[in-house]
């Protein structure tokens, strides 16, 4: 039989290697607690001023993001600003056009309206109603003009027959053959009217009237003294000739 030797278990072998791998962990574990120990300030500030880099860098690409959109916003707004304006030009400008076109084709009838008056043949029932055609006209902004005297004008009148007469100075309308119509600046129908000017020479013989006038004391006068003897050259010619008295 085999000896046990005494004070030795077979079941304590175990624990006493058990033992020793518990104490060496927990060596290391101080041995690398101790490191981040003494470093632990400096790596907590470090970590902080990168995070502070970061979130600047975020916060300045927040910052030219929200510029570009604000600078898209406002374009849009204007040329949103300029659609609405350019769509309420051309309404206006279609509109004026359509009035326009239906102003053109109604002017015959006021002509013949405005001969009818002259002739006195605008009576009873016909009188009314063309005095309501002339009153919405003028409610959709219908002006006449073209009125006799008044200069030529080719911008707004046309001339349909010529004339001289010596009373004018420029070239006038003296006859309104049809007149003109338009609607605010824009003429739908130019005044149709016969013109005069000034005569050819009138001006040139009212400018020989008026001419300088002689100057008194001319020779002239001095002429027609000497011819009648009453002036003194006429005195001494006729005292020589008559001769003196005689004497003794």
């Known amino acids: 039989?085999?000896?046990e030797t005494p004070g030795f278990d077979e079941h304590?072998?175990?624990a006493d290697v058990s033992d020793g791998a518990a104490s060496?962990?927990?060596a290391d574990a101080a041995d690398s607690a101790e490191p981040s120990?003494?470093?632990g300030p400096a790596g907590r500030a470090g970590d902080a001023s990168a995070q502070n880099v970061g979130l600047t860098a975020e916060l300045d690409q927040v910052r030219t993001a929200l510029a570009e959109r604000t600078a898209d916003l406002q374009r849009l707004q204007a040329e949103y600003q300029n659609y609405r304006r350019r769509v309420e030009r051309?309404?206006?400008?279609v509109k004026e056009v359509a009035v326009a076109n239906l102003l053109s084709e109604?002017?015959?009838?006021?002509?013949?309206?405005?001969?009818?008056?002259?002739?006195?043949?605008?009576?009873g029932g016909f009188k009314s109603v063309a005095e309501s055609l002339e009153t919405v006209a003028?409610?959709?902004g219908l002006q006449q003009f073209g009125k006799e005297g008044e200069p030529?004008?080719?911008?707004?009148h046309e001339a349909l027959m010529h004339s001289y007469a010596p009373d004018v100075t420029e070239t006038t309308c003296v006859a309104i053959l049809q007149p003109g119509y338009r609607i605010g600046e824009r003429t739908i129908r130019p005044a149709r009217v016969a013109v005069a000017e000034p005569q050819p020479g009138a001006q040139s013989v009212k400018d020989g009237a008026d001419g300088p006038e002689q100057p008194e004391g001319s020779d002239a006068g001095d002429g027609a003294d000497t011819a009648d003897g009453t002036g003194e050259g006429g005195k001494d010619a006729k005292s020589k000739d008559s001769g003196g008295p005689d004497e003794g």
């Open 1 to 3: 039989m085999t000896e």
């Open 12 to 14: 304590d072998e175990p």
């Open 24 to 26: 060496k962990k927990a």
């Open 37 to 39: 120990t003494s470093e």
């Open 90 to 93: 051309d309404r206006i400008a």
């Open 106 to 123: 109604l002017l015959p009838v006021l002509d013949d309206i405005g001969r009818a008056r002259e002739h006195g043949e605008l009576l």
């Open 138 to 140: 003028a409610k959709m």
């Open 152 to 156: 030529f004008d080719p911008t707004i």
